[in-house]
């Protein structure tokens, strides 16, 4: 076990319950190797005991922007995000009422070439912008989806104050029909994460 945490970093954020993982990555001549997911990592140095159910991947163009996305319970999801080719933004907002930074975003970017990955616990909207033509974004999810619980916060909401690095990416039109932050449905706890 104690082996298993040494071939991943994991970084954390004043949000609680967010973390940045860095894994080792090996390589030669020849290529490379890392591990991306160890569950022995997640449950030791991160606390995270659910069950992945759903891999989800895009490839979008430069700055391509995807969210604020999230799902209400009971189908409220934790992710799992990375970039597998090129980079992005990846923006989260605690909508956990009874946390301490409710309301609050964190941002970082993944890049292909780091191999950094995001956790992200339920309780997150979540989105990102793409850094780069044929950004390929790759994540893992304890809940399938259910589009008759998904969410859209707006993206470029002033409450959140979220510094997006181009000020009119592309953006879908569901995506740029998104609820404000403060009409939004957050029930959501930090028991819950």
């Given at each position: 076990?104690?082996?298993?945490?040494?071939q991943?970093k994991?970084?954390t954020?004043?949000?609680?319950?967010?973390f940045?993982?860095?894994p080792?990555?090996?390589?030669?001549?020849?290529g490379?190797?890392?591990?991306t997911?160890?569950?022995?990592?997640l449950?030791?140095?991160?606390?995270?005991?659910?069950?992945?159910?759903?891999?989800?991947e895009?490839?979008?163009?430069?700055?391509i922007l995807?969210?604020?996305h999230y799902?209400?319970?009971?189908?409220?999801?934790?992710?799992?995000?990375?970039?597998?080719?090129?980079?992005a933004?990846?923006?989260?907002?605690?909508?956990?009422?009874?946390?301490?930074?409710?309301g609050?975003?964190?941002?970082?970017?993944?890049r292909?070439?780091?191999?950094?990955?995001?956790l992200?616990p339920?309780?997150?909207?979540?989105?990102?912008?793409?850094?780069?033509?044929?950004t390929i974004?790759?994540y893992?999810?304890?809940q399938?989806?259910?589009p008759d619980h998904?969410?859209v916060?707006?993206?470029?909401?002033?409450?959140l104050?979220?510094?997006?690095?181009v000020?009119?990416?592309?953006?879908?039109?569901?995506?740029?029909n998104?609820?404000?932050?403060?009409?939004?449905s957050?029930?959501?706890?930090?028991?819950?994460?």
């Amino acid at each position: 076990m104690e082996e298993a945490i040494q071939q991943m970093k994991t970084l954390t954020f004043d949000i609680p319950g967010l973390f940045e993982l860095r894994p080792d990555v090996y390589g030669d001549e020849r290529g490379y190797f890392l591990e991306t997911f160890n569950e022995n990592v997640l449950r030791d140095a991160c606390g995270f005991d659910r069950v992945w159910v759903q891999d989800n991947e895009s490839c979008s163009g430069k700055h391509i922007l995807r969210g604020l996305h999230y799902q209400l319970p009971p189908f409220a999801q934790a992710k799992l995000v990375r970039v597998v080719r090129g980079a992005a933004l990846d923006v989260v907002v605690d909508l956990r009422m009874d946390s301490p930074t409710f309301g609050q975003h964190a941002a970082v970017e993944l890049r292909g070439d780091l191999k950094n990955q995001l956790l992200i616990p339920r309780g997150f909207a979540h989105g990102f912008m793409t850094l780069e033509a044929d950004t390929i974004f790759c994540y893992k999810c304890d809940q399938f989806y259910q589009p008759d619980h998904e969410r859209v916060m707006q993206w470029n909401d002033p409450e959140l104050g979220i510094q997006w690095p181009v000020a009119e990416p592309t953006v879908s039109e569901k995506d740029q029909n998104g609820t404000p932050f403060l009409d939004s449905s957050v029930p959501f706890l930090l028991s819950d994460s």
